[in-house]
């Protein structure tokens, strides 16, 4: 996660410590990892909501980038919603991120508002 997200370090100064907290959002949440090699390059993290599942996250590792590894996660994300009766789901991204921004919206995410520096984005799954 951490080397996924170094590329933002630098234009990101609140940018928090990605990996913080990451084994009580893996005990908590719905997670899945994608491996190559025995390694794992890339996961992401469900977290259930009353009205909707958030996207908490979503992670490549940077030599993989590119290899449609995100938009697989992330379809995955969205078929596992569906499964468990969501028609609805939600992510948070970083203003400073705008790859990710048009990423997400070439998927079909909406953007629905700005706070800041939150851009939250939802897509409906049904």
């Not at 080397?3 to 084994?23: F, H, K, M, Q, T």
């Not at 090699?37 to 009353?50: A, H």
Request: proline share 3%.
């Amino acid at each position: 996660m951490d080397a996924a997200y170094a590329r933002y370090a630098e234009r990101i100064a609140d940018l928090p410590p990605v990996s913080e907290g990451c084994a009580e959002e893996i005990a908590e949440n719905l997670v899945w990892v994608t491996e190559f090699d025995g390694e794992i390059v890339g996961g992401i993290v469900l977290m259930k909501q009353n009205e909707f599942m958030k996207l908490a996250n979503v992670a490549v590792h940077p030599t993989h980038a590119g290899k449609g590894l995100g938009r697989e996660l992330i379809a995955h994300a969205e078929a596992q919603a569906r499964k468990l009766g969501y028609s609805e789901m939600r992510l948070n991204t970083h203003v400073k991120m705008p790859e990710n921004i048009e990423f997400y919206t070439r998927l079909g995410w909406n953007e629905v508002s700005r706070i800041q520096n939150t851009v939250s984005m939802q897509k409906r799954i049904s």
